[in-house]
């Protein structure tokens, strides 16, 4: 039987992070965002007290793209969404799994945070972020590193949240899995990135020696296809063989404006080199419209969807039209992950393929990037994107002492080049055998009393003022 656990206590806590550089994805270009922390302290059944910690980006504009909402707006919003979070979970006083924990509090979160015009995609934000640090800290009370905890589904997860499966279609995925040893970074290329010359896409320097690359889309398919090819005249460059997706977070404006682009990619001698190294295509349209557009004939080109990830039974009505993959993120929620991944196991011993796939560019070093990747190396994600230290320069703000903790406690992870602590990369893979530690990827938290409490999110009025 899983552990059972109550809850003592939840604090937030944000530090701020500036990127090294500009990064624009969509509509939206990102200088600045709050890296979110969370402490939990619970009680296990017959174990005694732990205490757990996760860690995530804040990003503006990315949960909700709604044009009328600032950035600063939309990240006002998941400060809401853990406020209510924590309300809805600190409620819940007796001993219960992990799971039971979440699956009794996700309805009313998503619903609450609908009343507050909150979209569901940043109300799982919440939950998702409290889940990972009561993992952290119900592994740390059972000795237990992240991968044989769920092998053995130490936070109880069965079906009840998604009844298309069975109890026993997610034990047999968690028993069966086998670690990865190493995941690929998959670099990503931003709108307003370098593509020729130094700090360019064949930069070895900038890109790691990566052997996948992310390629954003504006949702303009002129500008987009003759970027493209630019693109792919320096991967051409590289020396070495390497494969591309594309991520469009939503620009693309319907089925006719995709068409048009993926048209191109099919017969334009110039694109060749992109169609020939592409594995598929991400989040094209707008969530809205993605669920009322069936693919149809674009379907054989394999399309993902992310930000239309919103829910539980998101994945099956995504497939109902066509699309193949869709992401693993752990603040989108750890158990969704889990879910979807034994979705598209189950799906594909049918002969089909389906997918998951690693698309994080938001976690930072320390814990965000070390749960995340454990995440989807768990799953068998063999290539994720990973370069989120690139774009905030290693550890950013984080005092030197704490990334030096970190760096001593995972040093296949983590290097001093001489310019700060960085993400350690070998032959563009990053290895996950330390995050074999107790607990949830990580055998340090952080320095809790070099951060600030979160922030009270503003009303519209005070935005207004």
């Known amino acids: 039987m899983p552990p059972r656990l109550k809850l003592r206590d939840i604090a937030f806590f944000e530090r701020p992070v500036h990127f090294a550089r500009p990064f624009r994805f969509g509509a939206v270009t990102v200088n600045t965002a709050p890296q979110l922390f969370v402490r939990v302290e619970i009680e296990v059944e017959g174990k005694g007290i732990a205490v757990g910690a996760s860690a995530e980006m804040m990003v503006p504009k990315w949960f909700d793209k709604r044009p009328e909402l600032s950035p600063a707006q939309t990240v006002d919003e998941l400060r809401r969404s853990l406020e209510i979070a924590r309300g809805l979970y600190l409620a819940r006083t007796g001993f219960q799994t992990a799971f039971d924990?979440?699956?009794?509090?996700?309805?009313?979160?998503?619903?609450?945070?609908?009343?507050k015009n909150i979209p569901a995609l940043a109300a799982a934000?919440?939950?998702?972020?409290?889940?990972?640090?009561?993992?952290?800290?119900?592994?740390?009370?059972?000795?237990?590193n992240f991968f044989d905890g769920m092998s053995r589904n130490i936070a109880g997860i069965d079906a009840r949240l998604s009844p298309d499966l069975k109890d026993a279609?997610?034990?047999?995925?968690?028993?069966?899995?086998?670690?990865?040893?190493?995941?690929?970074?998959?670099?990503?290329?931003g709108l307003d990135d370098t593509i020729e010359g130094k700090g360019g896409v064949a930069d070895g320097r900038e890109n790691c020696g990566a052997h996948f690359f992310?390629?954003?889309?504006?949702?303009?398919p002129t500008a987009d296809a003759a970027r493209l090819a630019r693109i792919g005249k320096?991967?051409?460059?590289?020396?070495?063989?390497?494969?591309?997706?594309?991520?469009?977070?939503?620009?693309?404006?319907?089925?006719?404006?995709?068409?048009?682009?993926i048209s191109r990619l099919d017969r334009e001698p110039a694109l060749r080199s992109i169609s020939s190294r592409l594995l598929y295509v991400e989040q094209p349209m707008p969530r809205d419209i993605t669920r009322q557009s069936p693919l149809g004939s674009l379907a054989g080109r394999g399309f993902i969807i992310d930000e239309a990830d919103d829910s539980y039974d998101a994945f099956p009505a995504a497939r109902a039209l066509g699309y193949r993959g869709?992401?693993?993120?752990?603040?989108?929620?750890?158990?969704?992950?889990?879910?979807?991944?034994?979705?598209?196991?189950?799906?594909?011993?049918?002969?089909?393929t389906f997918f998951i796939t690693g698309e994080d560019l938001t976690c930072q070093a320390g814990l965000g990037v070390q749960q995340d990747l454990a995440l989807g190396a768990f799953l068998g994600v063999t290539h994720a994107e990973r370069n989120g230290h690139h774009y905030v320069d290693g550890f950013g703000e984080t005092p030197f002492a704490e990334a030096q903790a970190f760096a001593a406690a995972h040093p296949?992870?983590?290097?001093?080049?001489?310019?700060?602590?960085?993400?350690?990369?070998?032959?563009?893979?990053?290895?996950?055998?330390?995050?074999?530690?107790a607990g949830f990827a990580t055998s340090v938290h952080p320095d809790w009393s070099a951060l600030r409490p979160l922030e009270q999110p503003k009303s519209l009025q005070e935005y207004l003022a």
């Not at 699956?103 to 609450?112: F, H, L, P, R, Y």
């Not at 460059?237 to 404006?257: I, R």
Request: hydrophobic share 40%; charged share 25%; net charge neutral.
């Open 101 to 115: 924990l979440h699956a009794s509090c996700i309805g009313a979160q998503v619903a609450t945070c609908a009343r």
């Open 125 to 144: 934000f919440g939950p998702a972020e409290i889940d990972k640090a009561i993992l952290d800290a119900l592994l740390r009370a059972s000795e237990t």
């Open 169 to 189: 279609d997610l034990k047999t995925l968690l028993s069966s899995r086998k670690p990865l040893q190493r995941v690929a970074i998959r670099h990503t290329v």
């Open 214 to 220: 992310k390629l954003k889309l504006s949702g303009d």
């Open 234 to 261: 320096e991967l051409d460059a590289l020396g070495h063989d390497c494969k591309v997706t594309l991520d469009a977070n939503e620009q693309y404006a319907d089925l006719a404006a995709l068409q048009a682009l």
């Open 326 to 352: 869709i992401s693993s993120k752990s603040c989108k929620g750890l158990y969704k992950s889990v879910v979807n991944a034994t979705r598209a196991a189950k799906w594909s011993a049918s002969g089909e």
């Open 412 to 437: 296949d992870l983590y290097a001093d080049t001489g310019h700060g602590i960085r993400l350690s990369i070998h032959n563009g893979d990053l290895l996950t055998g330390s995050l074999h530690a």
